[in-house]
């Protein structure tokens, strides 16, 4: 198991998130992300303004994946 941060995975906040998978956490992440919005959390709302600007393109998306899949691999395990 890994674990990561919400602002490690792109977000805003040091919330922790543990997983076996880059797909699960970042699963996890999303939902927390997506909750944080709803509720009006200010950075979270700029935290996702600035990753939607960054994906300008399926290009770019797969990057930024790339590079935060590449962020849990490297990370060591609990």
Known sequence: MKTMTCSQLGGACE??????????????????AREMVQNGDAAHIEAMNEMRKSMTSPEAMNAWMEEKR???????AD
């Open 15 to 32: 919330q922790k998130f543990s997983a076996n998978t880059f797909d699960e956490i970042a699963k996890m992440v999303s939902m927390h």
């Open 70 to 76: 590449n962020a849990f691999n490297s990370t060591k």
